[in-house]
């Protein structure tokens, strides 16, 4: 189990890991040159992701080790335990399969974002919520970046 833990651990770093290098010009400066500091906005979804990144691993690696035949079948079909987790399970279920997934991909062309679907993939090994927070993170750099002015050929004399 922990070998299935670690595998997941690495594929929800590396899936974040291509979301920030994918996005990269959003970080590295924009069109000005500068990237800006974090906004508080920005900083609170952070935060909000990080936390429940470190939450729902703490619960995850709890699962892991309490189940020996722990995978995603079993983990659910446990979401379905009574009928307020199954209210819960199926809510759950449908955001992060249909949902993210669509409006992810659909509002982040909208704004420019590059490779947006990645964010579903990275719910699929970390959570929904840390998804949600970094897709919501990098919509807001995008819409910074998108105000940003842009150089125009006329700022440099020609020679």
Same mark, same amino acid.
């Given at each position: 189990?922990?070998?299935?833990?670690?595998?997941?651990?690495?594929?929800?770093?590396?899936?974040?890991?291509?979301?920030?290098?994918?996005?990269?010009?959003?970080?590295?400066?924009?069109?000005?040159?500068?990237?800006? $500091?974090?906004?508080?906005?920005?900083?609170?979804?952070?935060?909000?992701?990080?936390?429940?990144?470190?939450?729902?691993?703490?619960?995850?690696?709890?699962?892991?080790?309490?189940?020996?035949?722990?995978?995603?079948?079993?983990?659910?079909?446990?979401?379905?335990?009574?009928?307020?987790?199954?209210?819960?399970?199926?809510?759950?279920?449908?955001?992060?399969?249909?949902?993210? $997934?669509?409006?992810?991909?659909?509002?982040?062309?909208?704004?420019?974002?590059?490779?947006?679907?990645?964010?579903?993939?990275?719910?699929?090994?970390?959570?929904?919520?840390?998804?949600?927070?970094?897709?919501?993170?990098?919509?807001?750099?995008?819409?910074?970046?998108?105000?940003?002015?842009?150089?125009?050929?006329?700022?440099?004399?020609?020679?």
């Amino acid at each position: 189990m922990t070998s299935q833990l670690l595998i997941f651990g690495i594929l929800g770093i590396a899936s974040t890991v291509v979301a920030f290098r994918v996005n990269w010009h959003l970080f590295s400066g924009g069109r000005t040159g500068r990237a800006g $500091p974090v906004s508080l906005l920005e900083g609170v979804y952070y935060a909000v992701g990080v936390c429940s990144v470190v939450i729902g691993w703490y619960f995850n690696v709890r699962y892991t080790h309490l189940y020996p035949n722990a995978s995603y079948i079993n983990y659910t079909k446990m979401l379905f335990n009574n009928w307020a987790a199954d209210s819960a399970a199926q809510d759950y279920i449908i955001v992060n399969v249909v949902l993210l $997934p669509l409006w992810t991909i659909v509002e982040g062309r909208r704004r420019g974002l590059r490779w947006a679907w990645i964010f579903f993939v990275i719910s699929l090994f970390t959570s929904l919520a840390f998804a949600v927070a970094l897709f919501l993170a990098f919509m807001e750099r995008q819409f910074r970046y998108s105000r940003e002015p842009v150089a125009s050929s006329t700022a440099y004399p020609q020679l």
